[in-house]
T-cell receptor, first 111, second 113 residues
């Protein structure tokens, strides 16, 4: 079973920031938080990952709480092309190749 | 364009057919993966190859047979499939094995009649 909990769906207005929450209350010390998204009819796309510190790249920002039990993915200026299923996954180097995927959050960007 | 190409995009086959899915990566990665995505179910890891050696087989039925002839190519040979095997089959690659970020192809949508 996935070690993360995400809301099944969210809406966001185009041009606004989309904030996607993820709970991972049982995360262990060496587990990273990964975010991927899957646009309809495509394979998943890597977005960002982090361990403790907040991270930012050209796609998004990742905010991890101090206790590491939850995180938020932020898309700063959502566009219609950001409509997708967003997956939050925790994984460590010890887990070999296993990324345990959950159901994700279906994010719909509305004009 | 992710650098991972899968063919065909769509495949319809009967239960007695034999077919193969192909995956090619142009990223210089060392690890390649097959995933299965059934309707309304999470992605399931099927096989992992690292440096052309199979290193993970997640209790996949023998009617699915992977092949990795070199680090750039991965095949999934299919024979005597069942209708419940209908799904999106995704190939991915990563720079090295493990938890590095994955690059996925667009998948092959398989329908077994």
């Amino acid at each position: 079973d996935a070690k993360t909990t995400q809301p099944p769906s969210m809406d966001c207005a185009e041009g606004r920031a989309a904030n996607l929450p993820c709970n991972h209350s049982t995360i262990s010390g060496n587990e990273y938080v990964y975010w991927y998204r899957q646009i309809h009819s495509q394979g998943p796309q890597y977005i960002i990952h982090g361990l403790k510190n907040n991270e930012t790249n050209e796609m998004a920002s990742l905010i991890i709480t101090e206790d590491r039990k939850s995180s938020t993915l932020i898309l700063p200026h959502a566009t219609l092309r950001d409509t997708a299923v967003y997956y939050c996954i925790v994984s460590s180097p010890d887990s070999n190749y296993q990324l345990i995927w959950g159901a994700g959050t279906k994010l719909i960007i509305k004009p | 364009e992710t650098g991972v190409t899968q063919t065909p995009r769509h495949l319809v086959m009967g239960m007695t057919n034999k077919k193969s899915l192909k995956c090619e990566q142009h990223l210089g990665h060392n690890a390649m993966y097959w995933y299965k995505q059934s309707a309304k179910k999470p992605l399931e890891l099927m096989f992992v190859y690292s440096l052309e050696e199979r290193v993970e087989n997640n209790s996949v039925p023998s009617r699915f047979s992977p092949e990795c002839p070199n680090s750039s190519h991965l095949f999934l040979h299919l024979h005597t499939l069942q209708p419940e095997d209908s799904a999106l089959y995704l190939c991915a690659s990563s720079h090295r094995q493990g938890w590095e970020k994955l690059f996925f192809g667009s998948g092959t949508q398989l329908s077994v009649l």
